[in-house]
């Protein structure tokens, strides 16, 4: 299983940015999928999950500004990100989950490269 992100880039607060992930091994309409951040001097941290039946789910802190979903034509996972602040800005990796709680890295068996995204103020 191969992930890649891409997406990312340059935005100012209040900003929309899409995140892409394409996958290769997989097929994502019956996969569950995550995304993670790392932010500079912390440790990465969950963002959001969509079960393999579509079910989503959300860190509190972008809960109601970030949107998952899957575009089972291309075959990928996709991050919307909307109303964006300055501590949004990390590095973003999606991953493939395998087993266990979907908030946490090790349930996850494939990691991409991230796609950094700095949100200036």
């Known amino acids: 299983v191969q992930l890649q992100a891409s997406g990312g880039g340059l935005v100012q607060a209040g900003g929309s940015l899409r995140l892409s992930c394409a996958v290769s091994?997989?097929?994502?309409?019956?996969?569950?999928m995550g995304w993670f951040r790392q932010a500079p001097g912390k440790e990465r941290e969950f963002v959001a999950f969509v079960s393999s039946s579509g079910a989503a789910y959300y860190a509190d802190s972008v809960k109601g500004r970030f949107t998952i979903s899957r575009d089972n034509a291309k075959n990928t996972v996709n991050l919307q990100m909307d109303s964006l602040k300055p501590e949004d800005t990390a590095v973003y990796y999606c991953a493939a989950h395998y087993n266990g709680a979907y908030f946490r890295e090790v349930a996850y068996g494939y990691w991409g490269p991230g796609t950094q995204v700095t949100v200036s103020s």
């Open positions: 091994g997989r097929t994502v309409s019956n996969s569950a």
